[in-house]
């Protein structure tokens, strides 16, 4: 999966974070120097399309961050909840960085997609709607599955790792609460 093109969903969805997946160091350097570059010339624009296309840049260099604030911050991608706008409030945070590397099953072959939601709400049985798509300009799902969360409090990261190997890009498309919604 290629973690610097524009990313596919509905405006204005969140963006599919990066797959954690086990890359020798010499890939992981030719990938981040042809990044560097691209970022440079494409700065500005870039910039604007991130914010507003939902499109996301995250180096990770043998699954570590250097441990600086400024790497700390490619490797973790916030959406406030006013940004995700999901039927359930909540804000989306996507990582790059592998900690929820753990909660990946094996089955994944190309790894999982990691990211936390955080409610404004207490919501016992949280249901995070997912999609794929293997269109990187696409904004609707290919296939979509939507997981639960149990006992979920407000303002505390609710892990959501999800898998599809035959899907280039997945992504967080809703949250819901389905008792608070009745």
């Known amino acids: 999966m290629d973690p610097y093109s524009p990313l596919p969903g509905p405006a204005p969805q969140s963006p599919p974070p990066t797959r954690a997946r086990g890359v020798g160091g010499g890939v992981i350097a030719a990938i981040a120097g042809g ?9 500005v ?7 507003h296309l939902g499109q996301q840049f995250a180096v990770v260099v043998d699954g570590q961050a250097d441990g600086s604030a400024a790497a700390a911050s490619e490797l973790v991608d916030r959406l406030q909840s006013g ?9 989306l945070e996507n990582y790059g960085d592998g900690r929820y590397s753990g909660l990946c099953p094996a089955e994944y072959a190309e ?4 990211s936390a939601v955080f409610t404004e709400s207490d919501c016992a049985t949280v249901s995070v709607v997912l999609w794929f798509s293997n269109d990187p300009e696409g904004y609707e799902p ?11 409090v407000p303002y505390e990261a609710a892990p959501v790792v999800f898998g599809n190997d035959g899907f280039e890009y997945g992504w967080v498309a809703d949250v819901l609460c389905p008792v608070a919604e009745s």
């Open 45 to 51: 624009p870039v910039s604007f399309a991130a914010v």
């Open 35 to 43: 990044a560097a570059a691209l970022f440079l010339v494409l700065l």
């Open 83 to 91: 940004e995700t706008r999901y039927t359930f409030p909540a804000a």
């Open 111 to 114: 790894g999982c997609w990691q």
């Open 142 to 152: 290919e296939q979509t599955a939507t997981i639960e969360l149990h006992d979920v």
